[in-house]
């Protein structure tokens, strides 16, 4: 099965074969008929009107505030939507490096967000580390405390390397399966397990 | 300079020099530090009044500091003074921070890469690692191993405490612990993670109902250690680390660390990538005051006057685009020159870049400018007087708006720029509207400095023949400035005759900026703490390197 989206061609994507065997492999089991439409539905809406938080540290934001302004303008996709609150973003996009004194902020905002949520890292310290990955208090990659979906490299990235990245995290939108528990969910006693000194501030 | 030396003399009689170098540099113990440091200052004869670098160092045998001093009354000159920690293992330093305010967050950081205490500081926390870091990671016996300071993802406790050292009469020195805020005060935390702190700062912000009483900034959301990760790198790989500090003022710090390094090898520059270079520079500047313009309108809530910003700022990283193959980080200059010859479009879009900014510029003013809001919330708004912003050595935009003329292209032209005309940009006001005057015109004047030189760009080489392939620096320490987009940018270099630096210190203009909030924020509205920070114009991580 092809994923299609309506921003770009099928075949200008470079990794069609991945995806289409991830897609077989999900269908494996077949869909049902009426869950499977109703998923459908549900991750056109989602893909289309992707809201991000912009988690921007240093000189990947500025590339993102290009994107947008007029002469790229994210509208066009549905990305504009540049929340500031984690209660209302779809994804993180974490642009710029991560150190030590950032990583409990940055992995509170994740948990905040609300499900289903995506991770894009963005840039070369996002991905890695980038060239202070030897650095004493720096984080070598977002993934070290996040589940990243999609990953961007650049230093910074051009926008439309932004914009390929993007279309990615729609495409696997569309193969997602809202209902049926597929998606990362995290139980409220598996989060409590987890952080053990959360649950008196909580509970 | 023998007058200094003799009128040091006179004060301080303990006092050695050093000649030889860039500058007199003056040793003097600990002790008598504090007395000499207020003399400098208030003497009329000397008149140190700006603070220009604080450098913490670590010789292996002993640690210290170099504090960089100008004077800006007596043609801009510049000594160095060297205080060494009289006890290594438990190594103090009487502080200056009463002296030139702007050493309060300087002292700090000094504290938190070395571990030197400053005796009499108000304020002896961490700069920019965790309050529960363990080692002081800056000097050499640093032990780096992950297992010491993991990747923790508890947040800091007891982030209100803070100390401070005090002598009594028997030399001996006391910890005397504090509280940054007090019990009763109502404190709103901002940020870190927040757009309009313009990157990760964190401000906690004391309010009585809507006025603010007291920020207290916290800096380290983005330090990458760029200072100790120079030190095991050669030359030629450190400079990618400026265009990643400062990435709206790319060319202007790059600049700098070059300048630093070939006046070090004693290397000429051929004047094509001389004249190369101070365009790249101003074209940098129109960029970054445009993104600034752009950003404050956004932070007042007139989205339209972003868009007018960034569409001029694409035309010039589309310049940048065809002569550096980047949009941002562009690694143009390297050691001895630029990279790269320029584009042969490059002539023609300067050109049509030039034909459209005036135009351009009247439509911001129409737009933003005369706009009763705009005006509203930016006048009278974040009072520094002259007198504060060298105390606190606020440079740049910022500096100029408290009519402080402190351009570094015109005190110590480097590069160029001795023979180019253009105006420095100086304002009365005092307040936000009056940096964003400033920025404003720094515009008009940096399109005056291309269009006398886009028709004058030489022929020639593009980078110096004589570069060493290996590049090594004689044994000694060099200080270098330029006028990068928020005002003087430093590079200090202290070289063992190793092909790696010994220690690379960047004295970066953001840093003082947010030195300065506190006193800028006090009895204004919060609403206001926004428009003062975007006025002020800080780029994070260029504070936090």
Redesign the interface.
Known sequence: MEVKIKSMKHEDFKDNEYIDKLVEELNASGANVAVGNLNKLINWGISNSLWPL??????C???F??LG???YDMARFGFEV?R?SPRQADYIMVQ??I???????M?R?YEQLAEPKYVIACGGCAVSGG??K??????PGVD??LPVDVYIPG??P?PEAFFYGLMQLQRKIKVQKFFGGVNRKEKREEFFAAHP?ERGQLS | MSDIKEIISGICPEATFVEGGEQLQVIVPDAKWHDLALQLRDDRRLNFDVLTAVVGMDWKDSLGVIYYLTSTSNNWDMIQVKVTAPDMKDPYIHTVSDIWKVANFQEREVYDFFGIRFINHPDMRRMFLRNDWKGHPLRKDYDADPAKNPIRLDDEVNEDDTCSYVEDGNGKIKKVPGKVFNEDEYVVNFGPQHPSTHGVMRMRTSVDGETIKKVDMMSGYIHRGIEKLCEGLGYPQILHFTDRMDYMSAHQNRHCLCLCIEKALGLEVPRRAQVIRVMMDELMRISSHLLAFGCTAMDLGATTAFFYGFREREQVLDIFEKTCGARMSMNYNVIGGVIADIHPDFVKDVKALLAIMPERLKEYHKLFTGNVIARNRLEKVGHLSKEDAINYAITGPSGRGSNWSCDCRKVHPYSVYGELQFEECLETGCDSFARYMVRMREIEQSCRILEQLVDNIPEGDIRALNVPKVVKLPVGHWYQQVEASRGTFGVFIESDGTKNPYRVHFQSPCFNLIGVMDLCCQGYMIADLITIGAALDFVIPDIDR
């Open positions: 912009c988690f921007g540290t240093s000189c934001a500025i590339e505030m290009s302004a007029a002469r540049a500031n710029g490096t150190v030590h004194r950032m990583a409990p902020a992995r905002l060239p202070f030897n650095s004493y208090c720096v984080v070290k405390i230093c910074p051009r000194e």
